[in-house]
Protein backbone atom coordinates (compact mmCIF):
# COMPACT_ATOMS: atom_id res chain seq x y z
CA UNK A 1 0.00 0.00 0.00
CA UNK A 2 1.28 3.28 -0.82
CA UNK A 3 1.96 6.19 1.01
CA UNK A 4 -0.72 8.61 -0.50
CA UNK A 5 -3.16 5.15 0.63
CA UNK A 6 -2.12 4.62 4.03
CA UNK A 7 -2.44 8.62 5.25
CA UNK A 8 -6.85 8.73 4.71
CA UNK A 9 -6.83 5.27 6.95
CA UNK A 10 -4.60 7.08 9.13
CA UNK A 11 -6.64 9.93 9.48
CA UNK A 12 -9.61 8.22 9.43
CA UNK A 13 -8.23 6.05 12.38
CA UNK A 14 -7.47 8.82 14.10
CA UNK A 15 -10.85 10.85 13.59
CA UNK A 16 -12.56 7.53 14.81
CA UNK A 17 -10.34 7.30 18.14
CA UNK A 18 -11.41 11.45 18.21
CA UNK A 19 -14.80 10.57 17.89
CA UNK A 20 -15.06 7.62 20.34
CA UNK A 21 -12.62 9.78 22.53
CA UNK A 22 -15.03 12.67 22.18
CA UNK A 23 -18.54 10.77 22.33
CA UNK A 24 -16.74 8.55 25.91
CA UNK A 25 -15.84 11.96 27.31
CA UNK A 26 -19.78 13.58 26.14
CA UNK A 27 -21.03 10.57 28.14
CA UNK A 28 -18.67 11.06 30.93
CA UNK A 29 -20.02 14.48 30.93
CA UNK A 30 -23.42 13.98 30.07
CA UNK A 31 -23.61 11.43 33.34
CA UNK A 32 -21.87 13.39 35.53
CA UNK A 33 -24.07 16.15 34.07
CA UNK A 34 -27.12 13.79 34.89
CA UNK A 35 -25.61 13.71 38.38
CA UNK A 36 -25.60 17.05 38.62
CA UNK A 37 -28.92 17.67 37.51
CA UNK A 38 -29.94 15.13 40.19
CA UNK A 39 -28.29 16.37 42.52
CA UNK A 40 -29.56 20.05 42.30
CA UNK A 41 -32.87 18.32 41.75
CA UNK A 42 -32.96 16.73 45.08
CA UNK A 43 -31.44 20.26 46.19
CA UNK A 44 -34.50 22.36 44.47
CA UNK A 45 -37.08 19.35 46.28
CA UNK A 46 -35.23 20.38 49.34
CA UNK A 47 -34.74 23.69 48.83
CA UNK A 48 -38.81 23.77 47.98
CA UNK A 49 -39.55 22.05 51.07
CA UNK A 50 -37.39 24.58 53.29
CA UNK A 51 -39.35 27.07 51.45
CA UNK A 52 -42.65 25.78 52.03
CA UNK A 53 -41.67 25.43 55.94
CA UNK A 54 -40.22 29.02 55.58
CA UNK A 55 -43.71 30.17 54.03
CA UNK A 56 -46.06 28.26 56.44
CA UNK A 57 -43.39 29.80 59.24
CA UNK A 58 -43.68 33.36 57.62
CA UNK A 59 -47.43 32.63 57.61
CA UNK A 60 -47.47 31.68 61.08
CA UNK A 61 -45.07 34.60 62.31
CA UNK A 62 -47.86 37.02 60.20
CA UNK A 63 -50.97 35.86 62.04
CA UNK A 64 -48.37 35.97 65.31
CA UNK A 65 -47.42 39.73 64.56
CA UNK A 66 -51.07 40.69 63.81
CA UNK A 67 -52.22 39.09 67.04
CA UNK A 68 -49.22 41.08 68.54
CA UNK A 69 -50.40 44.11 66.70
CA UNK A 70 -53.74 43.62 68.27
CA UNK A 71 -52.78 43.55 71.08
CA UNK A 72 -50.49 46.25 70.87
CA UNK A 73 -53.28 48.31 69.87
CA UNK A 74 -55.27 46.76 73.14
CA UNK A 75 -52.00 47.35 75.06
CA UNK A 76 -51.97 51.58 73.75
CA UNK A 77 -55.45 51.94 74.61
CA UNK A 78 -55.09 50.89 77.86
CA UNK A 79 -51.89 52.69 78.35
CA UNK A 80 -53.83 55.66 77.11
CA UNK A 81 -56.69 54.97 79.38
CA UNK A 82 -54.15 54.53 82.46
CA UNK A 83 -52.45 57.83 81.16
CA UNK A 84 -56.11 59.64 81.19
CA UNK A 85 -56.46 57.99 84.89
CA UNK A 86 -53.14 59.31 85.94
CA UNK A 87 -54.06 62.75 84.25
CA UNK A 88 -56.82 62.57 86.53
CA UNK A 89 -55.16 61.19 89.61
CA UNK A 90 -52.66 63.83 89.37
CA UNK A 91 -55.31 66.43 89.09
CA UNK A 92 -57.29 64.84 92.01
CA UNK A 93 -54.04 65.27 93.90
CA UNK A 94 -53.16 68.54 93.26
CA UNK A 95 -56.27 69.39 94.26
CA UNK A 96 -56.58 67.68 97.25
CA UNK A 97 -53.16 69.16 98.32
CA UNK A 98 -54.34 72.74 97.60
CA UNK A 99 -57.06 72.13 100.04
CA UNK A 100 -55.00 70.36 102.60
CA UNK A 101 -53.48 73.53 102.60
CA UNK A 102 -56.00 75.54 102.95
CA UNK A 103 -56.96 73.35 105.96
CA UNK A 104 -53.97 73.28 107.18
CA UNK A 105 -53.83 77.25 107.16
CA UNK A 106 -57.17 77.20 108.60
CA UNK A 107 -55.68 75.03 111.23
CA UNK A 108 -53.22 77.34 112.46
CA UNK A 109 -55.74 80.31 112.37
CA UNK A 110 -58.03 78.27 114.11
CA UNK A 111 -55.00 77.59 116.35
CA UNK A 112 -54.16 80.79 116.97
CA UNK A 113 -57.64 81.67 118.00
CA UNK A 114 -57.67 78.74 120.26
CA UNK A 115 -54.79 80.36 122.32
CA UNK A 116 -56.68 83.47 122.05
CA UNK A 117 -59.74 82.69 123.53
CA UNK A 118 -57.98 80.20 126.13
CA UNK A 119 -56.19 83.35 126.99
CA UNK A 120 -59.08 84.99 127.61
CA UNK A 121 -60.90 82.15 129.37
CA UNK A 122 -58.17 81.36 131.50
CA UNK A 123 -58.32 85.74 132.12
CA UNK A 124 -61.99 85.44 132.62
CA UNK A 125 -61.80 82.37 135.01
CA UNK A 126 -59.12 84.35 136.65
CA UNK A 127 -61.41 87.33 136.96
CA UNK A 128 -63.91 84.91 137.60
CA UNK A 129 -62.49 83.38 140.99
CA UNK A 130 -61.94 87.12 141.84
CA UNK A 131 -65.69 87.81 141.61
CA UNK A 132 -66.24 84.72 143.78
CA UNK A 133 -63.53 85.73 146.35
CA UNK A 134 -65.02 89.04 146.69
CA UNK A 135 -68.71 87.23 146.46
CA UNK A 136 -67.88 84.96 149.43
CA UNK A 137 -66.00 87.85 151.12
CA UNK A 138 -69.25 89.91 150.91
CA UNK A 139 -71.48 87.01 151.88
CA UNK A 140 -69.24 86.23 154.79
CA UNK A 141 -69.51 90.42 155.83
CA UNK A 142 -73.35 90.07 154.84
CA UNK A 143 -73.53 86.86 158.09
CA UNK A 144 -71.62 88.43 160.34
CA UNK A 145 -73.44 91.83 159.65
CA UNK A 146 -77.06 89.93 159.63
CA UNK A 147 -74.82 87.68 162.84
CA UNK A 148 -74.48 91.57 164.63
CA UNK A 149 -77.80 92.93 163.66
CA UNK A 150 -79.10 89.51 165.27
CA UNK A 151 -77.40 90.29 168.32
CA UNK A 152 -78.42 93.72 168.65
CA UNK A 153 -81.79 92.83 168.11
CA UNK A 154 -81.68 89.98 170.81
CA UNK A 155 -80.25 92.76 173.07
CA UNK A 156 -83.00 95.09 171.88
CA UNK A 157 -85.13 92.61 173.04
CA UNK A 158 -83.53 91.97 175.98
CA UNK A 159 -83.79 95.84 176.96
CA UNK A 160 -87.29 95.78 175.98
CA UNK A 161 -88.00 92.82 178.79
CA UNK A 162 -86.11 94.82 181.21
CA UNK A 163 -88.56 97.63 180.55
CA UNK A 164 -91.45 95.67 181.00
CA UNK A 165 -89.33 94.56 183.89
CA UNK A 166 -89.43 97.82 185.41
CA UNK A 167 -92.78 98.55 184.62
CA UNK A 168 -93.86 95.03 186.20
CA UNK A 169 -91.93 95.93 189.59
CA UNK A 170 -93.79 99.51 189.50
CA UNK A 171 -97.04 97.62 189.02
CA UNK A 172 -95.95 94.82 191.81
CA UNK A 173 -95.28 97.94 194.28
CA UNK A 174 -99.12 99.49 193.44
CA UNK A 175 -101.62 98.68 195.54
CA UNK A 176 -103.77 96.75 192.69
CA UNK A 177 -100.63 94.25 192.53
CA UNK A 178 -99.83 93.38 196.12
CA UNK A 179 -101.02 90.29 196.00
CA UNK A 180 -98.75 88.61 192.95
CA UNK A 181 -95.96 86.29 194.25
CA UNK A 182 -92.25 86.34 193.56
CA UNK A 183 -92.71 83.37 191.42
CA UNK A 184 -95.81 84.94 189.32
CA UNK A 185 -93.58 88.21 188.95
CA UNK A 186 -90.66 85.85 187.33
CA UNK A 187 -92.86 83.92 185.31
CA UNK A 188 -94.43 87.35 183.86
CA UNK A 189 -90.89 88.43 183.14
CA UNK A 190 -89.93 84.94 181.43
CA UNK A 191 -93.45 85.35 179.11
CA UNK A 192 -92.40 88.70 178.46
CA UNK A 193 -88.49 87.82 177.70
CA UNK A 194 -89.93 85.11 175.10
CA UNK A 195 -92.09 87.20 173.25
CA UNK A 196 -89.56 89.77 172.52
CA UNK A 197 -86.69 86.86 171.38
CA UNK A 198 -89.98 85.39 169.23
CA UNK A 199 -90.53 89.04 167.96
CA UNK A 200 -87.03 89.73 167.07
CA UNK A 201 -86.22 86.24 165.79
CA UNK A 202 -89.62 86.78 163.47
CA UNK A 203 -87.43 89.93 162.46
CA UNK A 204 -85.05 88.10 160.97
CA UNK A 205 -87.18 85.54 158.73
CA UNK A 206 -86.82 85.87 155.47
CA UNK A 207 -89.86 87.42 153.99
CA UNK A 208 -91.46 85.80 151.90
CA UNK A 209 -93.26 86.74 148.55
CA UNK A 210 -97.06 86.25 148.91
CA UNK A 211 -97.23 86.69 144.80
CA UNK A 212 -96.26 83.91 142.89
CA UNK A 213 -94.27 85.62 140.42
CA UNK A 214 -90.80 86.53 141.64
CA UNK A 215 -88.44 88.20 139.32
CA UNK A 216 -85.10 88.66 139.05
CA UNK A 217 -81.89 88.96 137.23
CA UNK A 218 -78.31 87.24 136.21
CA UNK A 219 -75.14 88.55 138.20
CA UNK A 220 -72.99 86.35 137.54
CA UNK A 221 -72.55 83.22 134.87
CA UNK A 222 -69.95 80.19 135.40
CA UNK A 223 -69.99 78.29 132.02
CA UNK A 224 -67.60 75.88 132.93
CA UNK A 225 -69.47 74.61 135.60
CA UNK A 226 -72.73 75.11 134.27
CA UNK A 227 -74.59 77.60 136.93
CA UNK A 228 -75.37 80.76 137.09
CA UNK A 229 -76.00 83.73 140.02
CA UNK A 230 -79.25 85.29 141.07
CA UNK A 231 -79.58 88.23 142.75
CA UNK A 232 -82.37 86.20 144.58
CA UNK A 233 -82.27 84.66 147.95
CA UNK A 234 -84.44 82.75 150.53
CA UNK A 235 -84.92 86.23 152.05
CA UNK A 236 -86.89 86.78 148.87
CA UNK A 237 -88.75 83.36 149.23
CA UNK A 238 -86.47 81.24 146.64
CA UNK A 239 -86.34 77.47 148.23
CA UNK A 240 -83.91 75.08 146.80
CA UNK A 241 -85.06 73.16 143.42
CA UNK A 242 -87.11 76.25 142.21
CA UNK A 243 -87.67 76.69 138.40
CA UNK A 244 -86.57 80.26 137.27
CA UNK A 245 -87.48 80.93 133.58
CA UNK A 246 -84.52 83.06 131.81
CA UNK A 247 -85.46 85.69 129.31
CA UNK A 248 -82.25 87.16 127.24
CA UNK A 249 -83.14 90.02 125.54
CA UNK A 250 -86.53 89.66 126.63
CA UNK A 251 -86.91 86.51 125.03
CA UNK A 252 -87.64 83.18 126.70
CA UNK A 253 -84.53 80.98 126.30
CA UNK A 254 -84.85 78.32 128.83
CA UNK A 255 -84.67 77.14 132.48
CA UNK A 256 -82.69 77.49 135.33
CA UNK A 257 -83.19 75.44 138.49
CA UNK A 258 -82.05 76.35 142.18
CA UNK A 259 -79.07 74.26 143.71
CA UNK A 260 -77.66 76.76 146.37
CA UNK A 261 -79.43 79.44 147.95
CA UNK A 262 -78.10 82.14 150.43
CA UNK A 263 -80.08 85.06 151.78
CA UNK A 264 -80.17 87.41 149.01
CA UNK A 265 -78.63 85.36 146.13
CA UNK A 266 -79.07 81.60 144.86
CA UNK A 267 -76.69 79.62 142.40
CA UNK A 268 -78.87 77.91 139.57
CA UNK A 269 -78.02 75.33 137.14
CA UNK A 270 -78.50 74.72 133.63
CA UNK A 271 -80.87 72.32 132.59
CA UNK A 272 -80.13 72.48 128.92
CA UNK A 273 -76.91 72.96 127.48
CA UNK A 274 -78.30 75.63 124.83
CA UNK A 275 -78.54 77.89 127.85
CA UNK A 276 -74.77 78.20 127.96
CA UNK A 277 -74.60 79.89 125.02
CA UNK A 278 -77.12 82.18 125.53
CA UNK A 279 -76.99 83.34 128.61
CA UNK A 280 -75.46 86.37 129.94
CA UNK A 281 -74.64 88.62 132.73
CA UNK A 282 -78.18 90.99 133.04
CA UNK A 283 -80.41 88.80 131.72
CA UNK A 284 -84.45 88.27 133.24
CA UNK A 285 -85.18 85.63 135.47
CA UNK A 286 -88.28 84.71 136.49
CA UNK A 287 -89.81 82.09 139.05
CA UNK A 288 -92.11 79.58 137.41
CA UNK A 289 -95.59 78.84 139.19
Known amino acids: MSERAKSPVIILVALLIISLVAAGAGFFLFQKEHLNNLALQDELEEIKTRQKITESRLEEAKRILTALDGRLKDTRGQVDALNSALEEEKAAKEDALSKIEALRSELEEQKGLR???????????????????QLNDLQVQKEELELKVGELEVKSADLETKMAGVELGKIVVSKDSRKKTKQEIKEERAAKQKAAKQQAANARKPAVSAAKSLEGKILV????????????????????????????????????K???????????????EDIKLIISEGDKVERKP
Not at 115 to 133: C, F, P, T, V
Not at 234 to 246: I, T
Not at 258 to 272: E, G, Q
Open 115 to 133: GEIEEQLISAQKDMKLAQD
Open 221 to 256: VNKDYNFAVLNLGSQDGVAVGDLFSLYHNNKYSGDL
Open 258 to 272: VSKLHDSMAAADFIS
